[in-house]
């Protein structure tokens, strides 16, 4: 038996073979009497939650067979113990596998044997492979060898044969556990391997004594409850303790999960109970005390007892549950991407509370139904903003989670240069593990750059967003504003509330246009009442002068009609990016359409410009009346007719135009980075428009581009499958992904297996990194001002049961607490 280190402590001790004692009755702590007495020793074990044996801390009693003792029992095991020995193990028993050879017996093995005994399957033998050279003779063993036959011609299964595959050995299952003596079938370094005398020596083995006397131990090691003995009374006693412990921890589970699910804080001020600052927690179990008899006495006798009194109830337990159910989780998804192969990464990084930089790593596969998932891996705190320093934090998370990047197939980051570079990036990095990890911008996060660029290359667009935001600061600093406003918005229905401009979803600002041009007169209103309040202070009736006056101008209201359409098509197309279920085909087709709107938008200005003109009551620009400056000429520059614009020209070529312009620009630049991928795959919805030479020569082109993954017996499927596909609704093939759900869940995945590859490739490449932005919303509501001191693991398992809180509803509680057992060694049987 394994053991680092060994304590002598002596007890008397004599007592009667199979003395009767109570467990209940013993005054000796984290120790439960679950061994056979037997002429030599029974052992004290301690219990696991789940009534496993500690491997901690095992303690044997030894005492001679033929001593006596005048006390009774119980003082004879409290007062007079004898030679107890402590083992402490660094090393977790292993549940004994097919092969005998590879059994490690200790007390754990043997009692999960009994328990759970082998069961012998001829049909599994390779007999083929058994064969043993006698001389130039070979022998090998045969079914009948595991057959006794008997003197009226009967057939018997002999059960008690082992055979060892690693050893090509026969053992004997009794005698391997409970021998009194050296026998060829119980050794399990040698075993028997003489098939040339096999018959005779089985049929000597199970009518020996030794092999009887094995058989009838280990009938009594399996039959104690006959025995009416100790054994029985301890059974109960431990399987009641077991039921009871597990009750607890079914409450404490179901209120680790219920607060983390839904990013609720844990603790409070105090830890007792009874306590109005005790927080989340045990407030919860103090709810569910009041309804359920069992929990309030539990509560009542092993609440506040202090550290060193077990109730399964204290921060501690609550934390070790809160790891595990994390790494349940994971481990869940870990098992869902190996199943399913081919994952794309998503990464991306936000300061938290305490301005410590967070990596978010999210990855997407697609599931056993045919639709892409996106799964949430946790937050890798501290790792800097170099590609190099991503790289090797990445490669270290994916290692301890073991998950191959070879499988790789896709990345989505922003369109920082620290993850987007063609040289150093992180992107390139990642291609050095996998050379088909293609690199897809996410494309919301470019439709954002676009929109800002465009509005930046203008005085007017920035100036127009700047008016905005301080029309926002202006009324929301004051109570007394904005009471002003909500009262004159509120009589008008179709009016909506201002908003505040948004520094990172630059779509969003749509909000605050159409909050503009629906609530403009109502907006205005509101300034004059209070620029004609004498009660107000000189500096605040001046300021709402100022912005009176800046969005009255024609120049305001002309932005505002043609900014709000604009953004609400950008907003409609980013709220379908950051979708889960697209595909890159739909990315390409929604770039394009608003790039056409753009573009159509090109020939309204005189919509606009009308719209503008109603909505302000006026008719001239700002610049209009004011004399033009003219740019001073050098000496060597000759005479030109330089034409200065003003009025509508001025806006129509100086704004409106290199707006537009340049909004068309970018969506037309922007969309070649999903283009190229595209183009790869994307004929695969037009088979039916392509002959049978377009389909082998596109299809010729993704074997080369995937060789690991395709073969060339791709080329002809699709040619088949071009037919196949004529048979599908026009719902089934108007995207990949429905494509690819189709195909999975009907009868055809065996006969296109190389078709459903590429398409679960293609439909598993992220075109937004969305689900890493929604794991910041998840950090700042779990690690706000308030609970700063949350350390990182925690803060990641926290991150995890709330954003993958549909797995964890999955989970059997069950399950956690088996493996609660089985890590941690607690003094009371759970």
């Known amino acids: 038996m394994p053991h680092t280190s060994t304590k002598q402590m002596t007890y008397g001790v004599e007592m009667e073979p199979y003395a009767r004692v109570k467990f209940e009755e013993l005054s000796v702590h984290s120790v439960q009497l679950c061994g056979l007495f037997s002429d030599i020793e029974f052992p004290y074990l301690a219990a696991t939650p789940d009534g496993l044996v500690d491997e901690d801390s095992i303690l044997e009693i030894k005492r001679p067979y033929a001593a006596r003792d005048t006390k009774s029992p119980v003082e004879a095991v409290n007062n007079k113990l004898a030679e107890i020995t402590v083992y402490d193990f660094n ?53 009948d060898h595991f057959m006794r036959k008997l003197q009226n011609g009967e057939k018997k299964l002999r059960e008690w044969i082992l055979y060892s595959p690693s050893k090509n050995a026969l053992f004997c299952f009794q005698c391997l556990l409970f021998s009194p003596k050296p026998t060829v079938f119980g050794n399990k370094n040698e075993g028997f391997i003489n098939w040339k005398k096999c018959n005779e020596s089985l049929q000597e083995h199970e009518t020996s004594k030794t092999h009887a006397e094995s058989v009838r131990i280990w009938f009594s090691r399996i039959k104690k409850e006959d025995r009416g003995v100790i054994d029985l009374e301890l059974k109960l006693n431990i399987e009641n303790q077991i039921s009871y412990w597990k009750n607890v921890l079914y409450r404490v589970v179901e209120t680790v999960s219920f607060l983390a699910s839904r990013g609720l804080a844990f603790r409070g001020n105090s830890h007792n109970f009874g306590s109005k600052q005790n927080g989340n927690y045990l407030g919860c179990l103090e709810l569910v005390a009041k309804f359920d008899p069992f929990l309030s006495a539990h509560i009542a006798n092993y609440g506040n007892k202090g550290k060193g009194n077990v109730s399964y109830l204290s921060s501690n337990i609550c934390d070790e549950f809160i790891s595990l159910m994390s790494d349940t989780v994971i481990d869940k998804i870990v098992s869902e991407i190996k199943e399913r192969k081919y994952f794309s990464l998503i990464v991306d990084s936000t300061p938290d509370v305490t301005t410590r930089d967070q990596l978010t790593v999210a990855i997407r596969y697609i599931s056993n139904e045919g639709l892409p998932v996106e799964r949430f891996l946790g937050f890798i705190p501290s790792v800097g903003h170099k590609g190099s320093d991503m790289e090797q934090a990445l490669l270290k998370k994916f290692c301890e989670l073991n998950i191959d990047l070879k499988f790789c197939r896709g990345q989505s980051y922003d369109n920082a240069s620290n993850m987007s570079g ?33 509005a930046d290359t203008t005085q007017e667009g920035t100036k127009f967003f700047f008016i905005c935001q301080a029309i926002y600061n202006f009324f929301s600093v004051s109570t007394f504003r904005w009471n002003i406003l909500t009262n004159i918005i509120e009589k008008n229905p179709g009016c909506v509330k201002i908003k505040k401009l948004c520094s990172t979803r630059w779509s969003s600002r749509y909000d605050v246009c159409r909050a503009m041009c629906n609530g403009y007169a109502q907006v205005l209103s509101a300034l004059n009442t209070i620029c004609d309040d004498e009660g107000q202070k000189k500096d605040t009736r001046h300021e709402a002068r100022s912005i009176k006056n800046k969005i009255e101008s024609l120049n305001f209201c002309f932005m505002i009609c043609m900014w709000t359409p604009i953004l609400q098509r950008f907003n409609a197309t980013s709220i379908s990016l950051q979708s889960i279920d697209i595909d890159l085909a739909t990315v390409v087709t929604l770039y394009d359409s608003l790039e056409k709107y753009v573009e159509d938008i090109r020939e309204r200005f005189d919509v606009y410009l009308e719209q503008a003109k109603t909505m302000c009551s006026k008719q001239l620009f700002s610049w209009d009346g004011v004399r033009q400056k003219k740019r001073n000429k050098f000496f060597d520059e000759t005479e030109s007719n330089e034409e200065l614009l003003g009025g509508e ?158 797995i964890l509803q999955q989970i059997d509680w069950s399950d956690i607490i088996h493996k609660f057992a089985v890590l941690k060694s607690r003094k009371k049987l759970i």
């Open 649 to 806: 020209q001025k806006m129509k070529c100086e704004v409106f135009y290199v707006i537009i312009d340049k909004l068309a620009m970018n969506l037309r630049e922007r969309k070649l980075s999903y283009t190229d991928i595209n183009n790869n795959f994307g004929f695969i919805l037009k088979l039916d428009t392509l002959d049978t030479n377009g389909i082998r020569e596109n299809a010729k082109n993704l074997v080369k581009i995937y060789p690991e993954d395709l073969n060339e017996t791709f080329i002809e499927e699709l040619v088949q499958f071009k037919n196949i596909l004529n048979l599908f609704s026009k719902e089934d093939k108007s995207s990949f992904i429905s494509l690819l759900k189709c195909l999975t869940n009907s009868s055809l995945l065996t006969t296109f297996p190389n078709v459903e590859i590429v398409l679960r490739i293609f439909c598993c490449m992220a075109s937004s990194n969305a689900s890493g932005e929604r794991s910041f919303s998840v950090l700042k509501r779990i690690k706000n001002y308030l609970r700063s001191a949350l350390v990182d693991e925690k803060m990641s398992s926290l991150s995890i049961l709330n954003i993958e809180s549909d």
């Open 91 to 143: 090393e977790k028993s292993q549940i004994p596998g097919p092969d005998p050879v590879k059994w490690n017996l200790n007390l754990d093995s043997i009692n999960f044997l009994l328990a759970n005994p082998p069961k012998i399957d001829i049909s599994t033998i390779p007999f083929a492979e058994t064969k043993r050279m006698f001389g130039n003779i070979s022998r090998r063993l045969t079914p």
């Open 422 to 454: 063609v040289y150093n990036g992180l992107q390139t990095r990642i291609k050095n593990y996998s050379s088909t990890a293609f690199f897809v911008p996410c494309s919301a996060h470019s439709l954002n750059l676009i929109g800002s660029n465009a």
